[in-house]
């Protein structure tokens, strides 16, 4: 089938509009309240004026490995609500207990799925970049990495439904989910790019205008630690509506390109 981008967002965007008292409920429970949580208690570090990039760099991997401890249970957290969430915008019409009840289930099949692709990509990539390297040729070397990115970024497009497959369609095999995304992809590949990419940025576009406006609006009027507090709570719910419209989207598309086989 023939993928319609236009189709794909009137229909996600009315899908939130119809449902937005509960999809608010719980990507506030499932995506809110961690992604707050994680904000308030590990900030991550200023980095300061002038530092070099080795030693900004430095600090920036210093502090992911330092807050893996709290990454790992707001991650979970997350793919449960989003798998929830996608159990909840289907045909059938589930209650919430049940919504959240198939996201728990699909929650293990899930993170495989997601190990076995990383695992697999991460395998593929290191050999090409390593054939590459051994050319010592940088202009080869450069060339193949970039390759292998892009190749890496079209993976995740032509996988990108696989949660849906696993909540939706009830697939709690790893491959074979992975392997029905990639067929119910074929072909749409690149407009599926297209249309994540431009979602993905003008959401991040809103979430800093918006950041920015609110910091300058309340600078002068709250005490330096408020305004940061302030400050986190609107880029944790702005993150949570980004979340949310990618969820509503994924369902979406899931219920285009799966057609009358979807949620079987």
């Not at 600078?219 to 940061?228: S, T, Y």
């Given at each position: 089938m023939r993928f319609d981008s236009n189709r794909a967002w009137q229909q996600a965007t009315v899908a939130i509009a119809a449902n937005r008292e509960v999809l608010f409920a719980l990507s506030g429970v499932f995506f809110l309240v961690p992604l707050l949580a994680l904000a308030l208690l590990v900030p991550p570090p200023a980095i300061p004026a002038g530092l070099a990039e080795e030693a900004a760099m430095k600090l920036v991997l210093s502090y992911y490995a330092d807050t893996v401890p709290y990454f790992i249970p707001v991650s979970i957290t997350i793919w449960a609500g989003a798998l929830a969430l996608l159990a909840l915008l289907t045909?059938?019409?589930?209650?919430?207990?049940?919504?959240?009840?198939?996201?728990?289930?699909?929650?293990?099949?899930?993170?495989?799925?997601?190990?076995?692709?990383?695992?697999?990509?991460?395998?593929?990539?290191?050999?090409?970049?390593?054939?590459?390297?051994?050319?010592?040729?940088?202009a080869i070397s450069g060339a193949t990495v970039a390759a292998v990115l892009v190749a890496l970024l079209y993976l995740e497009v032509r996988t990108s439904l696989t949660p849906a497959v696993i909540a939706i369609d009830g697939v709690r095999n790893p491959i074979e989910a992975l392997?029905?995304?990639?067929?119910?992809?074929?072909?749409?590949?690149?407009?599926?790019?297209?249309?994540?990419?431009?979602?993905?940025?003008?959401?991040?576009?809103?979430?800093?205008?918006?950041?920015?406006?609110?910091?300058?609006?309340?600078?002068?009027?709250?005490?330096?630690?408020?305004?940061?507090?302030?400050?986190?709570?609107?880029?944790?719910?702005?993150?949570?509506?980004?979340?949310?419209?990618?969820?509503?989207?994924?369902?979406?598309?899931?219920?285009?390109?799966?057609?009358?086989?979807?949620?079987?």
């Open positions: 045909a059938r019409r589930p209650t919430v207990g049940e919504a959240i009840r198939t996201g728990l289930i699909a929650l293990l099949p899930c993170i495989a799925a997601r190990l076995v692709l990383g695992l697999a990509a991460g395998i593929l990539g290191s050999v090409v970049v390593g054939l590459a390297g051994a050319t010592r040729s940088a392997s029905r995304s990639w067929r119910l992809t074929a072909g749409s590949g690149l407009r599926l790019s297209v249309f994540y990419a431009l979602i993905a940025v003008a959401g991040m576009i809103v979430i800093q205008i918006v950041q920015i406006l609110v910091g300058v609006a309340l600078a002068l009027l709250l005490p330096a630690p408020i305004l940061k507090m302030v400050l986190a709570v609107v880029s944790a719910t702005l993150a949570s509506s980004l979340m949310l419209i990618f969820i509503a989207v994924l369902a979406s598309v899931h219920a285009q390109l799966a057609g009358p086989d979807a949620a079987k």
